[in-house]
Every structure is written in C-alpha cells, then in structure tokens.
C-alpha cells in the first residue's frame, strides 16, 4: 500500500556512497511506530526459534490431568504453562509459537512462490505482447474469477491437506495480481530508452526482461508483496479453522482457535 | 449509445468466455480430486455393485468432457442438477442407504438450495459492507483531507490493527463477549434478523482497512492537486470543492480497487464468517457440499460466484468511464 501522505520531512543531505534503501530505512527508524513493530518481530522471531527448547512442555503430548489450566497470572496457573493448557491439556504458548512458525513459513513462502511465478509471467506477457499478451492476460481473467476461497475449499477440501497443497492453492490464487501489475509496469517500461539501446547493442529478449527490467520494476512490487505474507498468514489460519489446513495433531492457529470454540459456551 | 453498446457486447462476450473456462477447471479439479461421492451416497456398507450401478447412472463413470458437454447441455436448458446428498425435506439423505434410495428424483434440486440459501448471503453481505461504509468513508475521507493530523494516526492505527485479525479469531472473540458472557445478542445459526448482527460485525471488520485506506490514499492525492486550491481561489468553498469534485475524481481509483479486491474480499469473507456463525447461506451450503463430495451443487456456486465477479467488473469498468469520460478507450 502506497503512503501517499506522509508528512513533509527535511531531507538530510544524502551521504556519498549512501544507497537510497538505505536512507528510506534511516528515515523509517526514525519514527516511533517502526521501533516498537521491529522489536515486537524481533522477539517474535526469538520466541518461535528457542521456545521450544526452553519452555518445558509439549505441543502435542496430552495429558488430560492438566487440562484447562488458566495462564500463569491468573489464579490457578502454574508453570511451566505460561499461557495455560487446552482441552487436552497441551501447553497453549508451545502451541501457538509452532503454529506461528508454521503459518509463518507458509505465508513467506507461498508470496515468494507466486511473487516469481507472477512477475515472470507477467513481465514476458508485457514485453512479448500480440497473441502471447492476449492469451495469457486471458488466463489471468479466468484465474482471477475463480475466488480464493472457493479454489482453497475445493481442493483441499477434497484432498488430505498438507503444507504443500496449502502453498500451491495460494500461490495459484495469487499470482494472477502480481502478473497484472507486472505486466502493465513492463508495457510502460518496453518504450524506454535504456531498453531500446539494450536492443540495439543486441542483447536477447531474455537478458533484456531478466537483467535490464526486472530489476527496474520489481522492488516497488516486493514491497507491497511483503504485506501479503500478513494476508497469507491468515489464510492459512482460516484453512485451520474450516479443517482444510495442517492436519493435527500439528499445532495452527486455525486449529487452536477451533479447539477452544467448543468450550467457549461454557468458559 | 453506441459506445455503451459495443462496451456491453464485447465485455459480455469475453465475459461467458471466463465463466465457463472456470466452470471447465472446477468440473474437471473436482473429478481428478480424491474422494468418491459415490461412497457417501450410499454409505460404508454398500456393495461394490451398487457404487457401481449408482455411478453410472450419475454419469460419473463417462469421461471428464463427455460429463461436462451434457452437463453444459442441462443448463443450458436450465437444469443445474440435482444435489447428490440433500434431499428435497431439507436434511441430509447420506449414510446408510441402498441403491435404491438415492434415485436423482428425491434429491433436492441445486438450483432450489441456492435459492434458499442466496437471501441470507446477501442480507448478510449487504448489511457488512453497510457496516463498513459507515465507519470508513466518514474517516478515509477525514483522513484524506487533514492529512497530517488525528484523522490521519486513527485511520492509520484502526486499519492496522483491523487488518492484522484473522476473521475467525474476531468472530470467536465477539462470540464470547456479546454473546455467550452477556447475552446481549444470538449468535449461532439464523432465527430472526438480530442473528446477522454480530456477523455482520466480523465482515466490516475485515473490509474497513481496505476501505479506509484506499478512500484515504484517493482523497490525499486529488486534494495535493492544484485544481483543489485553486477552486478556493475561486471563491468555491472547501466543502463544496471536496464533495463536487474530489470526491468524484477520487472515486474512479475507488471503484477498481473495489471490484477487482473488495468484491473478492467480500465473497471469502462470508463464506467464513457463514461457516464460523453456522448461518445457513451460499457459504455453509458450499463448505458442506465440499465435505460431502456434493459435486452438482459446488460446480453451480463456482458458476455463480464467478459469474457476479465478472459482471461487478463489467459493471465498474462501465462506472468509471461514466464518471470520468478521458477513460473511454
């Protein structure tokens, strides 16, 4: 998402040398709002990865004696069960980390996947033009008119699910978007001057959209693609939940959610 | 005239094209999948030469595009099928059965479930994007227009923090606080109109980031325009120059962004929230039938869907030539 109204700020003089990603990022350390989200991904990030090792418990063992026991502020929590047990009394804190881990995973992966596979596309179906534009922007049409949810239920709802089959019903239903806005940037890009003069020294079509295009017009996509991880993330939290995600007993955010709507009737 | 004519034609033409391409890849995704709905037909204890005998009769045993020119030749004459579980009482008529019992006459027409379905999906949709109107075109355009002030940090501040909430966690939390610890309102299921509240609720939750970011990011950059201020000079008021002309600038980035996302946002979002409420419309029918191998009635709400996403983006293309007539072409 474009922030198209950020307040004006005085510009320091740019350092010689200094590259532009690297004074954006000065800028954005500046404010208030970055620190606080780089340190909560920061322990985030440590959590998941040393957790499981530290917290003494399991994510997946069941032991029924220990069953609904409320966070450790809470009156009747002990440890090592910081955030309380489930109903089958499987440590809620362990969980949640592997369940981030894992939609994690999928989210970074699935937007890598369909970031490639759609820029590719589209910037061929851009610089080609004539009927290979035409057919592929039609595929594009069609892939865009089949809604995610419908495409996820359908196949997953029909196969046994697994982190695999997850990734590729998302990347399918992804990456028609970044083809489009690939494709319409490489139309525009096609007419420069720097891409002609490539031409004309005799550089292959191929070296001219990998070398010379694609690394003019793909970072301001990538950086709407790092939101998309977020928007994958809770895809995969709504597959969980529907039962079309990770098959238990592996922790997931859907999973856990869905395991304590049960017994919200009688919390 | 001729314009909007040739516009229509042409769109529509290319329009049946997608739909029965997506048609085409539902059918044939759902007979390569796993899963036999022949054995949820007639149950755990059927003969193989009963599942035999009820899969050809359901055609099932044809190959893919025999199946799917004769089921094309049905709608064509209007018949989407019959639902290969429900029967026509309502209810579900899998499980134990002989082959007899699951002759196609007693099971409900598909196009019937729909029809039953359809009222609560869009009472249900309706009154979510209301919802999210109500409190994101107020703030987008506040927050467009001060820009560097409160309006701005709220908008920017709710909408992070609405986007960053999965649906399912929303609807479970307004679950518990409005419903199971107080009372306040019904939550599960469909009785009267008090049960679309809550919701309704969890659709604009997840619609307002995107509305109030987008109508902001369109006001902000039409009001740094030069023809904003000099309208002022003119002596034309800033409330006059916004909702005159802003506004109408500033809708036609609005209306793709709605077609081409928030219509598709909006399609996920109820067949969840559906699924989460168990509130009987299109999306509970749907994620069932997935479930039961229900393959006339998914292949029918696939053609559907994809049909009204098709026509919302002939219908916004058309719009926002209207309104801004430098588009046309």
Known sequence: MAIASSPPQTFAAPARGQSVNARILRLAWRSPEMKVASALFLALCLLTLFGPFVIDASATKISVADKFLPPIFMEGGKLPHILGTDQLGRDL???????????????????????????????????????????????????????????????????????????????????????????????????KEYVRAARIIGASDLRIMVRHIAPSILPPIAFVAVLDVARMMIFEAIFGFIGIGIQPPTPTFGTIIAGGTQYLLNA | ????????????????????????????????????????????????????????????RDPIPVQFVRYLGDIVKGDFGNSFIRGKQGG????????????????????????????????????????????????????????????????LYLSSFFVSLPNVWVGIVLIYLLSARTGWLPAIGYQHIGYVIIPAIVVAVELAPVMIRSISVAVATNVQEPFYEIGQVRGLSARAMLFRHVLRNAAVPLLNSFGAQMIGMLLGGLFVVEYIFSFPGIGLLTINAVFQRDFPVIQTVAIFASTVLVFINIAVDFASTTIDRRLKF
Request: one cysteine or more.
């Open chain 1, 93 to 191: 804190l362990l969980r949640s980390l592997i369940g981030l881990r894992n939609a994690f995973l999928i989210g970074v992966v699935s937007v890598v996947l369909m970031f490639v596979l759609g820029c590719a596309i589209g910037i061929y179906s851009g610089y080609r033009g004539g009927w290979t534009d035409v057919v592929l922007m039609r595929i594009t049409d069609i892939q865009m008119s089949i809604p995610v949810i419908i495409l996820a239920i359908t196949i997953l709802g029909m196969s046994r699910p697994n982190p695999v089959t997850i990734i590729a019903v998302l990347v399918l239903s992804g990456w028609p978007i970044y083809a489009r806005v690939a494709r319409s940037v490489t139309l525009a890009e096609r007419q």
């Open chain 2, 1 to 60: 005239m001729a314009f909007a004519l040739e516009f229509f034609l042409r769109r529509i033409s290319q329009g049946a094209l997608i739909v029965l391409a997506v048609a085409f890849v539902i059918f044939t995704l759902l007979r390569i999948a796993p899963g036999d709905p022949i054995r949820i037909i007639l149950g755990p204890m059927a003969t193989p030469s009963a599942m035999e005998e009820t899969a050809q009769r359901l055609g099932l």
């Open chain 2, 92 to 155: 579900t008529t899998g499980g134990s059965q002989d082959a007899g019992g699951s002759a196609p006459v007693d099971r409900a027409p598909v196009i019937e479930l729909i029809a039953k379905a359809l009222p609560y999906t869009l009472l249900l949709a309706a009154s979510g994007f209301l919802l999210a109107c109500l409190v994101s075109i107020p703030l987008g355009i506040l927050a467009g227009v001060r820009n560097h002030g409160w309006p701005q940090r709220v908008a």
